[in-house]
């Protein structure tokens, strides 16, 4: 046993940068593991480190086949039964992984394995319900403060605008209209509201996209101004750093015998509001994503083809397009303040998932895996929340990832019951 330790040790040392290995340095290491296996194969922490060596090649029937030798000697452990979940659940294999993932959250040594089996899973993290679930409550935008949240909710039989402390979850219902209001936004101030409404649209019927939405601002004292006029629709309004300028989405009014427009970029000056001005007017289809946090740039995504691309404009060059640094494809692209972290919801094996990329070390993590459609995330103000609705149990519901906290056990078994159920979605 102990010649079995010391040659662990040897091999974490031999490829402590792993990271920067070649292949045929990746090969030799794992050689090395293995015949260290073979010299002392009744050593179940071995056939472990083994397994995990394939498992960073992706060769994870052989970390799987490696996994059931060291349960062989060391029945339950966790690490094995969490190695070789992994490795089932990359390969497809989830009603099985599922099983062995549940083992290990049983165990009294779960709490170091939630995280990880999070990870697997797509969902490392903390997820917060938000507001009761009276009704359909979707799009959720958090206050610059960070303690209120403004969402629309039909739950008095029609699309409004509501408010909700995060803290005592008080609601408050703050417009009272027949016609739909939708999609609030704070100000960057805190001070006003701005939400899309079909309110003053006088079409009604005969527009291929249905009413016509204009965008309004609810002032502190409760007071809403109109703040785009004119033919089309318009929607997504998002606002400046410094609250003097609003960009949003147009769709032009189609006419009789000509075909559809494409969705364009406009931006209005809000202390002046004479005349919008186009910013972006490609032919793909785009979905707004804000400022970035100096101001100078806005970003959003695109369809081309049968997918997305993400793009970012300049304020003062609006028509000069540039491609993000974001290696996938996404949709609903929003930016955390310090310029690095995006975070974005993309199509996942027939499902909307969230997703979050650093731009820094290239990497995307998947924050959600529920088997429903889980969309347009937006961050907290300090970046340690992001907000978002999902469609769970046939309603919209409000939650909050938090990224400070793993999740908990009951939170990945509850997924892991749900992804039981549908195991092909996973």
Known sequence: MKVGIALIGCLLLSCAGRAS?????????????????????????LWIYLAELYTQQDSFA??????????????????????????????????????????????PEHPLFCAKIGQVLGQPFHIVPLCDNIGDNAFPWPSPSQDEIVFQSNRDGNWEIYRQSLDKRQVQRLTFHNDRDESPVFSMDGESIYFTSTRNDTHKVGHSYGQMRKIYRLLGNGTIEQITFGPGDDWSPRISPNNKMMIYMHLKENQPGV?????????????RRPYPRLLADTAGEKVLGGFEPNGDWIYYSESRADDYACRRISVSRPLEGHSCDLFCSAIGLYQWRDGKKWVYFRQNK????????DSASQKEAR?????????FPVFSRDGRKIFFHSYRD??????????????SRDELLLLLNELNKQPLQS
Do not use: C
């Open 21 to 45: 290995l070649s292949d045929s340095q990746r090969q030799h290491t794992t050689q090395k593991a293995l015949a260290a296996a073979q010299s002392d194969p009744n050593n179940p922490d």
């Open 62 to 107: 052989r970390a799987a086949q490696t996994l059931d030798k060291a349960l062989d000697l060391r029945r339950g452990n966790p690490q094995a039964m969490y190695l070789k979940g992994a490795a089932l659940y990359r390969m497809g294999e989830f009603t099985q992984a599922i099983a062995l993932f549940k083992s290990v959250l049983y165990s």
């Open 394 to 407: 046939k309603k919209y519901r409000l939650y909050a990832i938090d990224l400070d906290e793993a999740a």
């Open 367 to 375: 924050l959600t895996a529920w088997s429903t459609h889980e969309a």
């Open 350 to 357: 027939g499902q909307f998932d969230i997703f979050l990329y």
């Open 259 to 271: 075909a559809e427009s494409k969705s364009q970029i406009m931006g209005i000056d809000l202390e």
